[in-house]
């Protein structure tokens, strides 16, 4: 596992060891991030310069590969150990801490934001229904911007994280499915 694109391309990246973790695969946030940046509602501006929110962060990939393509800075939610230590250890290996910050606790209590995200993140264990229940947090105590780009994987067969707003996109990728949509109503 690595780093695609951005500044701090090609570096590894640590996965703790054992199954809790499901690390986005690099061909995945390749193709997810070619998306982004290239689909009309997307745009370099949808990342450049953006605080960025990584739930269910594990190894901190998506968010991590967001700030090496110009994030502006990264709140990175994870509450498993071993999780938490690959992930503070590639923040460092990527030396991003000064635009990292790690909460280390459930995403479904957060603490109140200290900003609002304009780019979210969601990669829950699957089946769990726990989108819906992380965006009802997140909104409440603050952290999602208006008009964030929000961006949640499932598993495959799974049903859409949300029925009340207009997806932007959906993509299937191996045994995941990549959905988005804007923030305004997501419950």
């Known amino acids: 596992m690595r780093i695609i694109g951005g500044d701090r391309r090609g570096r590894q990246l640590q996965a703790p060891p054992g199954g809790v973790t499901r690390p986005t ?13 290239h689909a009309s509602w997307g745009g370099r501006d949808a990342v450049e310069g953006v605080a960025v929110l990584d739930g269910f962060a594990g190894t901190g990939a998506l968010g991590l ?25 590639n923040i460092t290996a990527c030396r991003k801490e000064d635009m ?4 280390a606790g459930d995403i479904l209590a957060p603490p109140k934001a200290v900003h609002r995200c304009g780019l979210i993140f969601l990669d829950p264990p699957y089946d769990r229904g726990l989108p819906v229940l992380a965006l009802n947090a997140l909104t409440a105590r603050g952290w999602i911007a208006p008009d964030a780009l929000i ?14 707003v207009e997806i932007l996109f959906e993509r299937a990728h191996g045994a995941a499915r990549l959905w988005g949509w804007r923030a305004g109503g997501h419950g």
């Open 25 to 37: 695969a690099d061909r995945v946030r390749q193709a997810l991030f070619d998306m982004v940046l």
């Open 65 to 89: 590969e967001a700030l090496s393509r110009g994030a502006a800075s990264c709140a990175f939610f994870e509450r498993d150990r071993a999780a938490l230590a690959a992930l503070r250890a």
């Open 100 to 103: 990292s910050r790690v909460f």
């Open 151 to 164: 961006i949640v994987e499932t598993a495959k067969d799974e049903a859409p994280p949300v029925d009340t």
